[in-house]
């Protein structure tokens, strides 16, 4: 193929351009061409979508976006080049995109949108926003300043070969959060600590592992055996003679694994006995364990560097493919294990006393140990060991990234923004791209917008939620962080309770109410049918908490929302336009029962086989799932709502590529 100079490129891009807009109206071409926009994330979606609007004649827009360059982004965002590695991606993005159009007008942000600064009034100023983001926050909080500000949004997704469009407008059709997300899959503690049967189970270990070692330590993510495991049922006494084996060196003692990592020196050797052969041992002592299941297989350092290639031990490598496709050996698993180890306590040392490791995907020393460590466990419990490649995509919460889709995606956004700078909105459509044609051998599928849910906790008329809680035991800061927060997607709530007093619980000013954060609910006089109202002004959003108090919540559990998944679908039923509601209307509604993002700890994304083209539903990070519409069938059927997404659909929250 032969290639073409950037001279030359931009020139047929500039045609391009003016016989695009040649083809618009005289009308809507001066609205595109006048009108302001902004792009929430310049990555994947966000790169394709810059080049398509100067190229179809919008030339002023602005471009939010918090991100810098990574090499891993250069195979497929192509607007940035090696020498672009380190620098934001907004402003690079412009910097590039006014090479195709070196009259647009175009403002960079090198910033978080959920920045205090980027407030309703902000987004007053334009006529449409557009989004390409790869996370929920972020996306949840855009959903709500635009329905704040009255702006019509343009969300998006893509996942692997999928990808979807769909448009927001305040009283015309669904927010982001009228439908329920799919809740993110978790394991409990003692599988990850004892019983792993899957490589997820062992990566999310490894990881744990890294921050207990190097990171900030989180008694969550204890990696040793767990012995309060319910399944266990084993009396120590019993064991202690064999678990007695395990106490040398240091061993299966009970102090932290940063602790004694420290006291070894970060002695490679020695954490690799501990973690492979002695946790294993201790592990082999909790006997009722592994009356059902396949035992596990302690491994030592010395027997393991004894290995030859026709040890039955070990696994064989793959020749084929890239090398980080291939699938390592015990032996060689175990020496990359060493060397991680090593480089890892190198960076630690060069920080000083007290510092910490982030763990990056894209850092190598860091993948290094964690598709060491896992594969170590995978095979001691069993299990076929993955390439680098497998473990980073699970490790990293990655789909790998198609840019043929992101590039589909972006080109969609922009016909939708026409339609509705147009003033036909009611021809905006929510559009699935499949990974394969569907029955009528069609890849790109359309479907209605849906109305607004009345029952909505964010664009209802008047938002209500129904939380289950022990008031007790239930801290000020909980309710802040984990329900106001995580749970409802707020960024700075201020709360008073409802008691004809307006006494202030949380206030978002720094320092006011931080004393409270300390204490319980129930002493400040929170009981059963308490009622609670949190604004956050930033999102120009305010939702009323009913509290019920219970002491009978499920183990680990702090609240439940009451209602959270719908147990059926909700009827459709025509509204006038009068009925129109949002946030802050004065319309009647009834209380919330529409669901949150679950925020857990353990994020599991499927492989990336994606449903049949012929499914319902495409489910993916980015708008709700809706009924596909049915070309030369018989009339719409009520659609079913996405409370129980099929088991092969992603249950993925960010979208990020995988290089």
Known sequence: MALVSPSRYCCCLCRSMMSLVGSLCKELAETVSSCRVLVVGAGG?????????????????????????????LNRQFLFQKKHVGKSKAQVAKESVLQFCPKANITAYHDSVMNPDYNVEFFRNFMLVMNALDNRAARNHVNRMCLAADIPLIESGTAGYLGQVAVIKKGVTECYECQPKPTQKTFPGC???????EPIHCIVWAKYLYNQLFGEEDADQEV???????????????????????????????????????????????????????DIKYLLTMDKLWKKRKAPVPLDWNEVQKLEESSDLQVESSTAGLKDQQVL????????????????????CEKGDGAELVWDKDDPPAMDFVTSASNLRMHIFSMNMKSRFDVKSMAGNIIPAIATTNAVIAGLIVLEGLKILSGNIEQCKTIFLNKQPNP????????????PNANCYVCASRPEV?????????????????????????????????????????????????GNNSKCLSEFGIRHGSQLQADDFLQDYTLLVNVLHCEDLGKDVEFEVVGDTPEKPIEKTTEEPAKSIANGSDDGAQPSTSKAQDQDDVLIVDSDEEPSSSSTDVNMEGPNPKRKLEEGHESVRAKRMCTDPPAAQQEDDDIIALD
């Not at 202690?240 to 299966?252: K, L, Q, V």
């Open 224 to 278: 040793s055996p767990d012995t309060a495991d319910p399944e266990a049922a084993w009396e120590p006494a019993e064991t202690a003679a064999r678990a007695g084996a395990s106490n040398e060196d240091g061993d299966i003692k009970r102090v932290s694994t940063k602790t004694w990592a420290k006291s070894t020196g970060y002695d490679p050797v020695k954490l690799f006995n501990k973690l492979f052969n002695d």
């Open 45 to 73: 979606i966000g790169c394709e979508l810059l080049k398509n609007l100067v190229l179809t004649g919008f030339s002023n827009i602005e471009v939010i976006d918090l991100d810098v360059i990574d090499v891993s982004n």
């Open 329 to 348: 050996d015990i032996k060689s698993c175990s020496q990359l294990f060493a060397r991680s180890v090593e480089t890892l306590r190198a960076q630690l």
């Open 466 to 514: 129904t939380v289950k809680l022990n008031v007790h035991q239930t801290l000020v800061l909980s309710l802040q962080d984990k329900i106001l927060k995580e749970k409802f997607g707020m960024v700075a709530p201020d709360v008073q309770i409802e008691d004809g007093k307006g006494t202030i619980l949380i206030s978002s000013e720094e320092g006011e109410t931080q």
């Open 440 to 451: 009528r051998k069609k890849l790109l599928v359309p479907c209605a917008l849906d109305p």
């Open 191 to 197: 599988t990850i600590r004892n019983t792993p049967s």
